[in-house]
């Protein structure tokens, strides 16, 4: 009986335990990435920035509604961080981008909309998270005077 409750505990509090998911301070590593540049057009590396591994970014913008957001529910761990996050659906100054390798977020952070913007610079379809894969974060690019970023073929 005793092996029964204490093998039964501690499944509850392995089962229960939540994965910590680190969050980025973006705001303070993507301003190293601010451009001085006097061309039209200006490769923004803002890749380098973010200390871990990941295969995309997702962008959640503003005045996004989490719990209709199946995108973010595909996430294993997602619950982990969905109440750090659900003040973006009250906010237009902040995104928050979500690093992400194998339907798994690893990283997270608010960042503002300036210098980049990322809610007008990758537009969903149909929905409210816009997504930059790990293969185009090297081709992006921003033209001088602007905010927005694109992703240059």
Known sequence: ???????????????CRQEKV????LDSLFNTAKLISTDSVTK?????HVPSD???I???KPYTVISTQEDLRELTNFSNIESDINDIEYSDMICYLLFVKSKKVIGYGEVTRTPFDFA???PPV??????IKRSD????????GRRKLFIMP
């Open 1 to 15: 009986m005793y092996k029964t409750v204490l093998l039964m505990s501690l499944l509850v509090f392995y089962g």
């Open 22 to 25: 680190e969050r980025y301070p």
């Open 44 to 48: 923004v590396d803002i890749c380098k």
């Open 54 to 56: 990941w295969d995309s």
């Open 58 to 60: 997702l962008i959640v």
């Open 120 to 122: 007008a610079s990758f």
């Open 126 to 131: 149909g929905k409210k998270l816009g997504v």
């Open 137 to 144: 974060c090297e081709k992006l690019y921003i033209k001088r």
